[in-house]
């Protein structure tokens, strides 16, 4: 029978969760200007207490970092269900019934205090006769009825009301990946005030009753013997239970009252803003009288020291919010606190930081307004690389030696003739090139690097101060037709490179590549010979050499 009761409420969860009521979606959580729940708004005042004002106008100004705590609803519910005692005598879940009702309050949106009330029948019944009352005082009612060791089947019938004030511990509202949830799972624990009256069938009216004898019953059919000890029995209920002497009997219910403790589980469906539907189950445990809750504490052999008993009490019940919507929100369990923080991370406005130069360093940390195209530092401030006083963006001579300094507007400098130099060729490339950069290449490379650039813009720089120069960009290694195409890659890098981001014409270059004793990864720039002269371009050698 117990298992056939939590079949149907397992079918009763199923078929209200497949509905598709259960999952009611809010309005859209991003339609109000400050959403805090649904389409609750967290700058409307009338949400919060006196006491918590304050503390809402110091979150409005930005003074404190949390929102108030809103007022919410009361939630009143009504339920009924299963009322049954866990004993020594089979529950007769067909004749057991309870009711009841509570107010409920958050506390927060995990934790809310409950009060309930339960009042209760329960009703039991073993379809197998015993004889271990025999060894029960001489109170207990099959012994009182005259029945003297003679078999008995063990029956009861039980009254009970229970108050008790409760802490529910709610599982699942806060939400990560949705707004509102359609159904939540909580736990309870509670302590209260228990009072009971059992009574015993032992008397078939001024007669007793002639029960089967032990054994007899063994190849019965269990359905059947059940229904035999239902026919003999009347619905009278006439002897009271036996009762312990030493717990406080009260006249005003006519029956035990004792402190109570109570735990349970239940799951609740959102059914709308104001109704939800819950499953619950819980046990009542009575910490006094607790083994005579079935009117038998005598259990059977081998063991006959006393047991404990409790109430189980499963329900299905209505809950309804109270409250005017327009001062408080829903009870805080229903509503995820994750809302209003979402909402307001999607209002985040772009942080744009002002550029007025267009430099690419906001003007908080910009120390100069920079002309449009001059590359600048972290702190804003133009480039100089060889720190003559002109930006690199206007310098015509990119590294003027500080021998050569002070320079003209240009960032060309004057250096000084060397002793002997009135003697040179005025058309001597070499002299008025000097020394120029090599560029190199990571093996296997046809890339040039930040510094190679560098270097570049330096020979770049030269060739347009001397306009009636010309250079041999020499490449090394041929051994084999691999050496040979990489290095004319190099080669016609460094050419490219010149021509297209330092705008030297191509006439000034003489192609070299393939040249023997130098670094297979270098690229050497020298000025050309008086006189020297030869090709800007020439073809690659391997165009379609595969390349790794």
């Known amino acids: 029978m117990t298992s056939k009761k939590y079949t149907l409420l397992a079918g009763l969860g199923c078929l209200i ?7 009611v979606s809010p309005s859209h959580p991003y339609t109000a200007p400050h959403p805090l729940y649904g389409t609750y708004s967290v700058t409307d005042s009338n949400y919060y207490s006196g006491k918590r004002l304050q503390q809402h106008n110091d979150f409005m100004v930005g003074t404190s970092d949390y929102p108030a705590k809103p007022k919410d609803m009361w939630e009143l519910g009504i339920k009924a269900g299963s009322f049954t005692v866990n004993g020594d005598v089979n529950a007769r879940m067909g004749n057991s019934f309870g009711f009841g009702g509570h107010i409920r309050k958050s506390l ?3 934790m809310s205090l409950r009060l309930e009330y339960v009042y209760g029948v329960a ?5 197998r006769p015993s004889t271990g009352y025999s060894k029960a005082p001489a109170d207990n009612p099959w012994i009182a009825a005259g029945y003297a060791g003679a078999p008995v089947n063990y029956n009861y019938k039980t009254t009970a009301q229970d108050l008790s004030l409760q802490a529910l511990f709610n599982l699942g509202n806060i939400r990560f990946y949705k707004a509102q949830t359609g159904a939540t799972i909580y736990a309870l624990a509670g302590i209260g005030v228990n009072t009971f009256r059992t009574s015993v069938n032992a008397m078939n009216g001024s007669s007793k009753y002639s029960f089967p004898a032990p054994g007899t019953q063994d190849n019965v059919d269990r359905k059947d013997a059940i229904k035999a000890a239902k026919d003999l029995l009347d619905d009278s209920y006439e002897s009271p239970a036996e009762r312990d002497p030493s717990v406080k009997w009260s006249k005003m219910f006519a029956g035990y009252i004792t402190p109570s403790a109570t735990a349970g589980a239940g799951i609740a469906f959102r059914l709308s803003p104001r109704v939800n539907l819950a499953v619950e189950d819980r046990i009542i445990y009575n910490m006094n009288a607790s083994d005579l809750l079935d009117g038998q504490r005598w259990a059977e052999q081998p063991s006959l020291s006393p047991d404990k008993d409790f109430f189980n009490y ?5 809950n309804f919010n109270l409250g005017n919507k ?3 929100v829903e009870p805080l369990y229903w509503l995820n606190p994750l809302n209003y923080a979402y909402g307001e991370l999607r209002r985040v406005p772009e942080i744009v930081l002002p550029d007025s130069d267009g430099d690419g360093v906001t003007d908080q940390f910009d120390q100069e307004q920079t002309p449009a195209g001059c590359p600048v530092d972290t702190h804003g401030v133009s480039r100089d690389t060889d720190g003559d006083g002109v930006p690199d963006c206007k310098d015509k001579e990119l590294i003027t030696p500080t021998y050569c300094q002070p320079v003209d507007a240009d960032g060309v400098g004057k250096c000084p003739c060397p002793e002997g130099c009135v003697t040179e060729k005025k058309d001597d490339c070499a002299a008025l090139l000097g020394a120029l ?5 990571k093996a296997n490379s046809n890339t040039l690097s930040s510094d190679a650039a560098a270097s570049l813009a330096t020979v770049a720089s030269k060739l347009r101060a001397n306009p009636n120069c010309k250079v041999v960009v020499v490449g090394y290694c041929a051994a084999t037709k691999r050496q040979q195409q990489l290095s ?3 080669v016609n890098k460094v050419i490219t490179h010149l021509q297209e981001k330092e705008g030297i014409s191509g006439d000034r270059f003489i192609f070299s590549s393939g040249q023997e004793g130098g670094d297979c990864n270098t690229v050497d720039i020298r000025a050309a010979a008086p006189g020297e002269d030869g090709p800007n371009t020439v073809a ?3 165009p379609n050499l595969r390349k790794k």
């Open 123 to 127: 009703q039991g019944l073993n379809w």
């Open 326 to 328: 327009s001062r408080r």
């Open 437 to 441: 950069p090599s560029v190199t290449f």
């Open 108 to 110: 927060g949106h995990v």
């Open 17 to 23: 969760a497949s509905t598709g009521f259960a999952q």
């Open 488 to 490: 004319w890659d190099h």
């Open 314 to 318: 499963l329900t299905v019940g209505l």
């Open 540 to 542: 690659p050698p391997h």
